[in-house]
Nanobody, 116 residues
């Protein structure tokens, strides 16, 4: 059973930087597609960033130029979401996902709150 462990969320001030981490375990898969969704109160869940097994990345328009998704060079089942120049609109629960063999797995989610 695939398990995803997220970390790095919390309360932060606008304009700063924060990095979320997601480490997958529990299955012997090769490099999986992974990414991050988020859901803010009263809003629909949206795909924030994704990275394919080949390293192709994709971002929501709202975070392009501010957020960067990357994969750990030594642990291919670990991805990071570097969040720069955060604003209150980035306040949400961020969920990591992994997709391999047509099956999606989800993390528990980590709260990110941006407030002064």
């Amino acid at each position: 059973q695939v398990q995803l462990a997220e970390s790095g969320g919390g309360l932060a001030q606008p304009g700063g930087s924060l990095r979320l981490s997601c480490a997958a375990s529990g299955s012997n898969f090769s490099i999986p597609n992974m990414g991050w969704y988020r859901q803010a109160p009263g809003k629909q869940r949206e795909l924030v960033a994704a990275i394919t097994s080949g390293g192709t990345t994709d971002y929501a328009d709202s975070v392009k130029g501010r957020f960067t998704i990357s994969r750990d060079a030594n642990a291919k089942n670990t991805v990071y979401l570097q969040m720069n120049n955060r604003g209150p609109e980035d306040t949400a629960v961020y969920n990591c996902y992994l997709c391999y063999g047509g099956v999606a797995s989800w993390g528990q989610g980590t709260q990110v709150t941006v407030s002064s």
